[in-house]
Nanobody
Framework: VQLQASGGGMVQAGDSLRLSCAAS????????MGWFRQGPGKEREFVAT????????SYADSVKGRFTISRVNVKNEVLLQMNKLRPEDTAVYYC????????????WGQGTQVTVSS
């Protein structure tokens, strides 16, 4: 599966953004889909994931209650709705996919920059 993330931009603290991860070559409904981010000078970190089978998504504590991951099967995309953005959310955001039996995410999008000013 090939992934392309989009929707990043420059916003102020408290604003919202919605990131989109468009898939091609396969269908997102077959994969566990995740969002990760890498802030300046930081290692890449987990943000959110939604399993192929559905159920409750998982979130990093730092974004819980502010971010929502969802899958739009008819559009073959995964969204990350980000509300109440904070300067510490500034990062390059990546979407990724893995099969349910795989331990690591194997397919990655190119990343989209999110910059939040105070």
């Amino acid at each position: 599966v090939q992934l392309q993330a989009s929707g990043g931009g420059m916003v102020q603290a408290g604003d919202s953004l919605r990131l989109s991860c468009a898939a091609s070559g396969s269908t997102v409904s077959l994969y566990d889909m995740g969002w990760f981010r890498q802030g300046p000078g930081k290692e890449r970190e987990f943000v959110a994931t939604i399993k192929w089978s559905g159920g409750q998504p998982s979130y990093a504590d730092s974004v819980k209650g502010r971010f929502t991951i969802s899958r739009v099967n008819v559009k073959n995309e995964v969204l990350l709705q980000m509300n109440k953005l904070r300067p510490e959310d500034t990062a390059v955001y990546y979407c990724a996919a893995k099969m349910s039996w795989e331990n690591e995410y194997k397919s990655w999008g190119q990343g989209t920059q999110v910059t939040v000013s105070s």
